[in-house]
């Protein structure tokens, strides 16, 4: 049996994967995790590699939505990440470089254990003087990794070859504040911790292989985008954008993978047992579950089949903070293994957040809840005209343009309704709209349009969750200082529909509320489940649907914008239609909301 990386990281999940996984990988259209035949291993892996590019995208993303990614979209990026390492490891170290974006061509060791045969397929392997090196290259930013401070000063020091080192392995001085951001590194689970545990993995198949060479230097990287990357605006003679070699940071985790040693070879006993087994009885879940999370176990939609649909434990609000029993806090996990997993099986006494004392209200009695005092309040900081509007953006991995950096949320739509007074909008003709056409920088385009739209009469510009049109009004200010004061001005105006809906503490305290008032939820209904998503809650106060619209999310509006190059002229004009439809339906949905909530009061 032979067993990938990828494939262990799921079987060290839960004592049942393996056996649901034997169930499942009968079925013709199954992707194993383990198997006989090494095609299908290296496909398993490829496919691995582009699920970095998905929690890279939302880890950047301020959007509650988390769908699958259209891989074919992206690819061609991941690819030239891998060279762009390439290009940069061979700037920076010495001797042979072996590497391939494809599994397939890949270096490799295999080592064997218990009659299994483990495999691991390096992104890089550099053969020096002094040993291996080996790069496990990660299509996602330094970002999580430079926030990593310990006394207000990052645990890692960056030398000349734009490496990270941590301060422990240069004998700098440390403390405990320090030892508690290293011990990230060995959660598995989390976003630090997930990337050093693949190379870990690595390196432990590696030199436990007949074809290691024992008694040698190895080092053992992460290679991953440079968060502080600014692109400069260079292209080629074929217009392609031209990089330096500082785009990718390099992470020495030779230490980190030294001390996880002894753990991989835990788990890999762990997974021999759970083969060897093959138990598919129910286990406790956990955060190993990774539910609603980008890399959500495949089998949740049968380990969680024993929570009830929008009124579960995990429905209540902030529910991550657990639930307290006198001055014992209970995890939402603990609660669940122990038999509460419907909303109301929680004795109400444990309900500490009046939130959730809310939420428990309206599944008790059916009825949804409203604050109309403070629906009204909101609703009156409202200036006519309002401007409702949103961006689309696409958060190409690579910047594409000048002042863009790696994972740069790049605008190349807008959507904007004008309501001149309350509830006076035309849905067709009062919508303007920028859709960009092409791939070309249309940035000062879409600014123009922007500002001849939105004039600077002090109304209201309205938009659901507003840190993303803050951040990106605020970036284009600064990428265009021409139109700074008008775009600052705007993002001065912008007023949240999600205040409304949800609440907003500081805009409520300076309302007047008391901090208690102020942090209530305004509106609650059974069906919302928990989440304030736009999509949620357009159907809860109109009759509008995104279902039958070619366009029906962010995400497949990006990929439609991505592909543009691949279009024939005829597929073009109905994309490019789907997508002006698309982020109209969304400034419409806001117009829509903000009349039945006025309506309500």
């Given at each position: 049996?032979?067993?990938?990386?990828?494939?262990?990281?799921?079987?060290?999940?839960?004592?049942?994967?393996?056996?649901?996984?034997?169930?499942?990988?009968?079925?013709?259209?199954?992707?194993?995790?383990?198997?006989?035949?090494?095609?299908?291993?290296?496909?398993?892996?490829?496919?691995?590699?582009?699920?970095?590019?998905?929690?890279?995208?939302?880890?950047?993303?301020?959007?509650?939505?988390?769908?699958?990614?259209?891989?074919?979209?992206?690819?061609?990026?991941?690819?030239?990440?891998?060279?762009?390492?390439?290009?940069?490891?061979?700037?920076?170290?010495?001797?042979?470089?072996?590497?391939?974006?494809?599994?397939?061509?890949?270096?490799?060791?295999?080592?064997?254990?218990?009659?299994?045969?483990?495999?691991?397929?390096?992104?890089?392997?550099?053969?020096?003087?002094?040993?291996?090196?080996?790069?496990?290259?990660?299509?996602?930013?330094?970002?999580?990794?430079?926030?990593?401070?310990?006394?207000?000063?990052?645990?890692?020091?960056?030398?000349?070859?734009?490496?990270?080192?941590?301060?422990?392995?240069?004998?700098?001085?440390?403390?405990?504040?320090?030892?508690?951001?290293?011990?990230?590194?060995?959660?598995?689970?989390?976003?630090?911790?997930?990337?050093?545990?693949?190379?870990?993995?690595?390196?432990?198949?590696?030199?436990?292989?007949?074809?290691?060479?024992?008694?040698?230097?190895?080092?053992?990287?992460?290679?991953?985008?440079?968060?502080?990357?600014?692109?400069?605006?260079?292209?080629?003679?074929?217009?392609?954008?031209?990089?330096?070699?500082?785009?990718?940071?390099?992470?020495?985790?030779?230490?980190?993978?030294?001390?996880?040693?002894?753990?991989?070879?835990r788990d890999m006993r762990q997974v021999i047992k759970n083969l060897d087994t093959m138990n598919a009885n129910p286990v406790p879940l956990g955060k190993f579950c990774q539910y609603n999370k980008n890399r959500e176990c495949k089998f949740t939609d049968v380990c969680f089949a024993i929570l009830p649909e929008k009124v579960s434990l995990l429905n209540y609000l902030d529910n991550h903070h657990g639930f307290k029993e006198n001055n014992i806090r209970h995890s939402t996990y603990d609660l669940i293994n122990a038999g509460y997993h419907h909303m109301l099986d929680i004795p109400v006494e444990w309900l500490t957040r009046e939130n959730n004392l809310i939420q428990r209200?309206?599944?008790?009695?059916?009825?949804?809840?409203?604050?109309?005092?403070?629906?009204?309040?909101?609703?009156?900081?409202?200036?006519?005209?309002?401007?409702?509007?949103?961006?689309?953006?696409?958060?190409?991995?690579?910047?594409?343009?000048?002042?863009?950096?790696?994972?740069?949320?790049?605008?190349?739509?807008?959507?904007?309704?004008?309501?001149?007074?309350?509830?006076?909008?035309?849905?067709?003709?009062?919508?303007?709209?920028?859709?960009?056409?092409?791939?070309?920088?249309?940035?000062?385009?879409?600014?123009?349009?922007?500002?001849?739209?939105?004039?600077?009469?002090?109304?209201?510009?309205?938009?659901?969750?507003?840190?993303?049109?803050?951040?990106?009004?605020?970036?284009?200010?600064?990428?265009?200082?021409?139109?700074?004061?008008?775009?600052?001005?705007?993002?001065?105006?912008?007023?949240?529909?999600?205040?409304?809906?949800?609440?907003?503490?500081?805009?409520?305290?300076?309302?007047?509320?008391?901090?208690?008032?102020?942090?209530?939820?305004?509106?609650?209904?059974?069906?919302?489940?928990?989440?304030?998503?736009?999509?949620?809650?357009?159907?809860?106060?109109?009759?509008?649907?995104?279902?039958?619209?070619?366009?029906?999310?962010?995400?497949?509006?990006?990929?439609?914008?991505?592909?543009?190059?691949?279009?024939?002229?005829?597929?073009?004009?109905?994309?490019?239609?789907?997508?002006?439809?698309?982020?109209?339906?969304?400034?419409?949905?806001?117009?829509?909301?903000?009349?039945?909530?006025?309506?309500?009061?």
């Open positions: 049996m032979k067993i990938s990386k990828t494939g262990f990281i799921n079987l060290i999940r839960c004592n049942r994967f393996a056996a649901l996984e034997e169930i499942n990988r009968h079925k013709e259209e199954s992707l194993v995790t383990f198997t006989d035949n090494m095609e299908d291993l290296m496909t398993l892996e490829n496919i691995a590699k582009r699920n970095v590019l998905l929690d890279s995208i939302y880890d950047l993303d301020d959007s509650e939505d988390r769908k699958d990614l259209h891989f074919e979209v992206m690819q061609p990026y991941y690819n030239q990440v891998e060279l762009l390492t390439a290009k940069a490891v061979k700037k920076h170290f010495k001797g042979e470089f072996i590497y391939s974006s494809d599994t397939f061509k890949q270096a490799s060791f295999s080592m064997e254990k218990d009659g299994y045969q483990f495999y691991c397929f390096l992104d890089g392997l550099l053969k020096g003087e002094k040993g291996y090196s080996v790069f496990e290259t990660k299509a996602t930013t330094s970002r999580k990794y430079l926030k990593m401070e310990a006394n207000k000063e990052s645990i890692f020091v960056v030398d000349e070859n734009n490496i990270l080192r941590l301060k422990k392995d240069l004998n700098l001085e440390t403390d405990n504040k320090y030892e508690a951001q290293e011990r990230k590194f060995f959660d598995k689970y989390s976003d630090v911790g997930s990337y050093v545990y693949d190379l870990a993995f690595q390196r432990f198949v590696m030199e436990n292989s007949k074809d290691f060479i024992q008694g040698k230097d190895h080092k053992y990287y992460l290679a991953l985008l440079n968060y502080d990357y600014i692109f400069d605006g260079r292209y080629d003679e074929n217009n392609e954008p031209i990089y330096s070699e500082d785009i990718i940071m390099f992470i020495d985790f030779t230490s980190i993978t030294e001390r996880y040693l002894p753990i991989i070879e209200q309206v599944v008790e009695t059916k009825k949804p809840y409203f604050n109309y005092g403070k629906i009204t309040a909101g609703i009156n900081e409202l200036k006519y005209p309002i401007y409702h509007l949103d961006f689309e953006s696409f958060p190409c991995p690579l910047p594409r343009y000048r002042g863009e950096r790696p994972y740069a949320q790049s605008l190349f739509q807008f959507s904007v309704h004008i309501e001149k007074a309350p509830g006076v909008c035309d849905k067709e003709k009062d919508n303007y709209y920028f859709l960009a056409s092409d791939h070309q920088d249309h940035r000062e385009n879409l600014i123009k349009q922007l500002l001849a739209v939105i004039k600077p009469d002090g109304g209201s510009v309205c938009v659901y969750n507003i840190a993303f049109e803050k951040t990106r009004i605020r970036e284009l200010g600064e990428l265009f200082p021409q139109y700074e004061n008008r775009l600052t001005d705007i993002a001065n105006r912008l007023f949240d529909l999600l205040h409304i809906v949800k609440t907003n503490g500081p805009l409520y305290r300076r309302l007047g509320y008391s901090e208690r008032e102020a942090k209530k939820i305004n509106f609650y209904d059974e069906r919302l489940g928990g989440s304030y998503s736009i999509k949620v809650v357009l159907p809860l106060f109109t009759n509008l649907s995104y279902g039958d619209l070619n366009i029906s999310d962010g995400e497949q509006a990006f990929s439609a914008y991505a592909k543009y190059p691949t279009l024939s002229e005829e597929e073009f004009l109905i994309t490019y239609q789907s997508l002006l439809e698309y982020c109209k339906q969304d400034t419409w949905a806001m117009v829509e909301i903000l009349k039945s909530l006025r309506e309500l009061t």
